[in-house]
């Protein structure tokens, strides 16, 4: 990735050398319980014992629509996938996805985690985003 | 408890260019105060969301009432509940004998903006209301057989109400096809299944109960927030976990309030519900146990919420057709179950009400759940 990207948010997710992303959740030692974006204390407990986990990039697909109308506060592509992707170690995540047509998905279909281009600032940085696409599909 | 209704009024839900926030609060509290025979009251809650610093004061000093304590509350869509649970249960604590209770909105048009969501959730587009609603939506499908056509007929029932409803927003009713040939929004719902964000004001005088005065009662006032763990609640977390087993802020509520009435789903003749989207509604049919969960489809398939079916559900018109301003929604559905147990609804009179309940639903996630007998 060049220098002339930046991620929607710090803490989130984060790149890999080889280009690929991976979400950056929590887990709590005490009640074993995974959440996401890592919070200071276990959201299911209160535990402050929470530790950095990296989330499974892959997961089935649990809910999915497409937003035609632009919601304030985004400047991103019209109309785009959202929904829910429940990873593989069982948490729902919520979360863009690619495919903008709901009718082409389907409950449960595999998925996995890519990086998506967001928007272009006005400097023309990109701004990427996390987003699942298709198991097989290229991103 | 000993609490009574003793004054309701309304500003009419819808746009009102030139009328300010304060203006309509104003308007449905002197209502609302002399319906009730102008008492003086010990107490005011005012719920708002929109309406920024000090809003109930705002209208209240418009009418040289201050003095008394007057709280301002948010809790989201249910902030007109949260406020009545606080009233009715000062009076039924004996902290007060009157208290007055309204609520107001000016809501901006189009997808609601919230300061409940970071920027970069908004930037990400991880913070779209309807696209919530569609999820959710999507899962009544999945789970309990609910089709498109069941979103329709709900809409369709709502704006036959709201027809009969001076003070909602939208007057005329509508069909299927209609519904169905409106825009896509977020799939399944089309714009017509989702209510609108509109304007307009509520009150109620509630007062210690006096034997024989054949008033409205509040038979329970119950407000909920989420448990851990749902993901597609209200709350709308960026992660939950498998909620199936984990009830909902709505049912919580709906079961205290029935523990608090001593009174269950059977004994209820008429209910004002949270139709937000057509699938909130019917979803709300299970969660408040007016059906078993999977059964809303039934429902709708029976007739059983349609006016004269064995239990009506919004004759008011619903949110689908008043519009909804977030402050004053709940506290517009206690005033249409008052006068429906007054039997002064006139053409949208449910036979015989003698027992209401009134349920909010919305961010935070706050639930309330109101039931009203006579």
Redo the contacts between chains.
């Keep these: 990735m060049s220098t002339a990207n930046r991620l ?2 710090d803490g ?1 997710f984060r790149e890999r050398p080889d280009g690929s992303i991976v979400l950056i ?1 929590g887990v709590s030692a005490s009640s074993g ?5 890592r919070l200071a204390a276990c ?2 407990t209160g535990a402050a014992d929470v530790e950095e986990v990296e989330l499974p990039t892959t997961g089935n697909l649990w ?7 632009r ?6 592509e019209l109309p ?1 996938g ?3 992707v429940e990873l593989d170690d ?7 996805l690619t495919v903008a047509d ?1 009718a082409a998905l389907e ?1 449960g279909q595999p998925m996995r985690l890519v990086a998506d281009r ?2 272009t600032d006005d400097d023309g940085t990109v ?1 990427l ?1 996390y987003a699942f696409a298709p198991a097989g599909a290229d991103a | 408890m000993d609490v009574s209704i003793t004054g309701v009024g309304l500003h009419p839900f819808g746009r009102f260019d030139g009328v300010t926030v304060t203006d309509m609060g104003v308007t449905a509290v002197q209502a609302a105060l002399a319906e009730a025979g102008n008492p003086q009251f010990q107490a005011a809650f005012c719920a708002s969301v929109y309406s920024g610093v000090a809003s109930g004061h705002k209208v209240l000093g418009s009418l040289g009432l201050t003095g008394v304590p007057i709280v301002n509350v948010e809790a989201g869509c249910a902030s007109g509940g949260a406020a009545l649970m606080l009233a009715a249960h000062a009076i039924a604590n004996g902290q007060y004998d009157t208290v007055l209770v309204f609520g107001m909105e000016k809501m901006p048009k189009g997808i609601i903006r919230s300061s409940f969501f970071e920027p970069w959730r908004e930037q990400g587009g991880l913070a779209v209301t309807p696209a919530y609603f569609a999820l959710r939506a999507q899962r009544l499908v999945r789970e309990s057989g609910v089709t498109k056509e069941h979103l329709a007929r709900v809409v369709v029932k709502n704006r036959a109400n709201g027809a009969r409803n001076p003070n909602a927003m939208y007057q005329t009713p509508t069909t299927a096809d209609a519904v169905l040939g409106s825009r896509l929004v977020c799939e399944p719902l089309h714009l017509h299944m989702l209510c609108s964000p509109n304007e307009g004001a509520a009150a109620v005088v509630l007062q210690k109960a006096r034997p024989g005065d054949g008033a409205v009662r509040i038979a329970a006032a119950a407000l909920r927030s989420h448990l851990p763990g749902s993901v597609l609640g209200e709350a709308t977390p960026m992660s939950g976990i498998d909620d199936t087993g984990i009830d909902p802020p709505s049912t919580l509520a709906a079961d205290a309030a029935y523990a608090e009435a001593g009174l269950g789903p059977a004994d209820l003749h008429v209910v004002e519900g949270q139709d937000t989207d057509a699938a909130r509604e019917l979803l709300g049919y299970e969660e408040l146990r007016l059906c078993e969960r999977g059964g809303a489809a039934g429902l709708v398939e029976r007739g059983d919420t349609e006016p004269g079916g064995r239990l009506p559900v919004n004759p008011s018109g619903g949110l689908l057709a008043k519009g909804e301003p977030l402050g004053a929604s709940a506290l517009g559905q206690v005033v249409e179950i008052t006068q429906q147990l007054r039997g002064t609804a006139g053409p949208r009179q449910v036979d015989g009400a003698r027992v209401g309940l009134a349920h909010t639903v919305g961010r935070g996630a706050n639930a309330a759940v109101i039931i009203c007998t006579r």
């Design positions: 929607l948010t989130l959740g319980r995974t959440h996401f974006p959201p299911y809910g999915w629509t497409a937003v035609t109308t919601p304030p506060g985004y400047d991103g785009f959202f929904g829910v069982g948490l729902r995540v919520v979360t863009r709901p409950f967001l928007q701004v985003t």
